[in-house]
């Protein structure tokens, strides 16, 4: 048996909306995971702290403000240029933008920015449950390594 894997879920730091928080709380421990929920309106270092405190395996970004695309890239950026946290599995999902179906059009440039998946909300859970079942294990291992050697 493995141990459950550790989940990190907010939203980007424009969104107030809480629901969708709850409801990917629920959903992964139903898949057996660990979950802490920063909740709303989370900013960008708020995130970047709990993601040293707790150590993920992985970040679960939620947007329903349709801002996602210009908080995501934002905070992946930052994410990213942090040498501890460079490796994190960070993942957004959502309304990613204000244009309904057309908002597909974010995917390829937040996958470019640094996220490991994205998913737009027209898309549907599936492909966020696929992404579920296919986690293996955690991205950070060299990392993990590295610290304990130091």
Do not use: Y
Request: charged share 25%; with cysteine; hydrophobic share 45%.
């Amino acid at each position: 048996m493995r141990p459950a894997k550790k989940f990190l879920v907010s939203s980007v730091s424009s969104d107030a909306h809480m629901w969708n928080l709850v409801f990917l709380q629920l959903l992964l421990e139903e898949h057996g995971g660990e979950v802490s929920n920063l909740g709303a309106c989370v900013p960008d270092q708020v995130i970047i702290d709990e993601c040293r405190k707790l150590r993920p395996d992985v970040l679960v970004l939620s947007t329903v403000n349709g801002h996602g695309h210009l908080d995501g890239l934002r905070l992946i950026g930052k994410i990213r240029s942090e040498p501890d946290l460079a490796d994190l599995r960070v993942v957004i999902g959502g309304k990613l933008g204000v244009r309904g179906a057309e908002n597909v059009q974010f995917i390829e440039a937040l996958s470019a920015g640094g996220f490991d998946a994205v998913f737009e909300s027209e898309g549907g859970l599936e492909n966020f449950n696929e992404f579920l079942r296919g986690l293996g294990p955690a991205r950070r291992g060299a990392l993990e390594m590295a610290q304990a050697a130091a």
